[in-house]
């Protein structure tokens, strides 16, 4: 089955900071790989994704980069604020999109 | 716009008691729906997936069972509960292009 692995497992950045967070899969095949957000007892959130056509997505102060032929995916956050503290985690799909394999998450503080 | 539901928020249950989670979904029509679990500070784990009504697909053997009676319904169930079934349990829905949204979720202590 697919393997995902998400680093670091922790990481403290000092506000205003940039904060990369990077993903490793397995299966070839796959083809969406998003971004879930989550604070401390509350829902995951999704806040970007990217599909295998595309290289790189941004999104305001987010970007997400694929290279597909490595078989890795990164989260940037640039400028990062005290409220971007959270859990992240990246996921993989797999069973032609049913499904989404999650790496384990990242914890990311941002100190001001 | 699409809505999803999970109730209770919270549950507190002794061991060897049934379990009843619901999760029901508005605005879309037949979504894949989801079942995880996560353990306290730690990742999202995969019970169950229903492309459809009556078709579940389990990924982790365990006690607990999951059914779709509605295809907007999504039901997670146990006859007994073990102290390691406690946890948050978080319902998703999402469609043929993948994204995923997640329920708030249930909270649930087993004593």
């Known amino acids: 089955g697919e393997n995902v692995e998400q680093h670091p497992s922790t990481l403290s950045v000092q506000e205003g900071d940039s904060a990369v967070i990077k993903c490793t899969y397995s299966d070839s095949a796959s083809n969406y790989f998003p971004w879930y957000k989550q604070e401390l007892g509350k829902r995951p959130q999704l806040i970007i994704d990217i599909r295998s056509n595309v290289g790189e997505k941004k999104d305001q102060r987010i970007a997400v980069t694929l290279n597909k032929t490595a078989k890795h995916f990164s989260l940037h956050i640039t400028e990062t604020q005290p409220e971007d503290s959270a859990v992240y985690f990246c996921a993989v799909d797999m069973e032609y999109g049913n499904k989404l394999v999650f790496g384990a998450g990242t914890i990311l503080r941002v100190k001001s | 716009s699409q809505t999803i539901h999970q109730w209770p928020a919270t549950l507190v249950q002794p061991v060897g008691s049934p379990l009843s989670l619901e999760c029901t979904v508005e605005?879309?029509?037949?979504?894949?729906l989801y079942w995880y679990r996560q353990a306290a500070g730690r990742g999202l784990q995969l019970l169950f997936y229903?492309?459809?009504?009556?078709?579940i697909s389990s990924e982790v053997p365990q006690n607990l069972s999951a059914s779709r009676p509605q295809d907007r319904q999504f039901i997670l169930s146990s006859k007994k509960l073990l102290l390691s079934d406690s946890g948050f349990y978080l319902c998703?829905?999402?469609?043929?292009?993948?994204?995923?949204?997640f329920g708030p979720g249930t909270r649930l202590t087993v004593t």
């Open positions: 229903s492309v459809g009504i009556g078709q």
């Open positions: 998703a829905w999402g469609l043929a292009d993948y994204e995923q949204y």
């Open positions: 605005g879309t029509s037949n979504p894949n």
